[in-house]
């Protein structure tokens, strides 16, 4: 009996403190997202403990844990309420990405091809971690926020075996700066691509993204969106 006390000591202990500092639940809200974690209480820059985000409709966005700022163990990333990815930061591993529908432009030995593949192309945080790391980097190019230019620009990136970034290639565009920023900013951001594999083989494949530059973002401090 003692020793069970101890252990729920502990527990309730862990959930509390950090460092041996209290820690504090927090909400933060905005247009399009809700976000529940805790901060140190005695340094509230500090995340730690158990981390949500939800769209304001109330479906899961992202879920994980955060130690020191740093995020850690097992991460569900989520869109349209389902899952499609979970990744290990401690072991540095997807270890789950929901199958696609339909198949993938991929090369094998140099020859291109229109295969079903068991994992899509895909980048750490799905479409959301995306948007997020192309927005620290990118913003709306003067011009095209004078003139009043909005729409989608489509690129190609091809993602190759060994998880590295390959060719971009333009489908459409909408101007000039938009489309060549665009493409910069995929070259700047952390290299956080997963190549597509059959079975057990990573293989090249292309992956298809829509990016909408919207002068009324509703995501706060956003160029960008990725669909």
Known sequence: ?????????????????????????????SLVYLEEYTILAKNKKVKHGDYKKYRSDGSQVWTGKIDNNNRVGEWTFYESGEKVQT????????TFQKKPVS?????????IQILPVD??????GSKIGLT????????YPMQARRMGVEGAVTVAI?????????KIELISGIMKE???DLIAALKKIPQDW???????????????????YKLDNIFENAAVTVR
């Open 132 to 139: 997020d790391e192309l927005n620290k980097v990118l913003a």
């Open 1 to 29: 009996m003692r020793q069970l006390l101890i252990t729920i000591f502990i527990l309730h202990s862990m959930q509390y403190f950090a460092f041996g500092q209290e820690l504090k639940a927090k909400k933060e809200k």
């Open 87 to 94: 990744y290990n930061y401690d072991d540095k591993k997807m």
């Open 194 to 212: 997963f190549a597509a594999t059959i079975g057990d083989k990573k293989i090249t494949s292309k992956l298809i993204i829509v990016v909408d």
């Open 103 to 111: 198949p993938y432009f991929v090369r094998i030995d140099n020859q």
């Open 119 to 124: 994992t899509p192309p895909s980048y750490l």
């Open 178 to 180: 938009c489309d060549q």
């Open 158 to 166: 091809w993602i190759n075996a060994d998880n590295t970034l390959g």
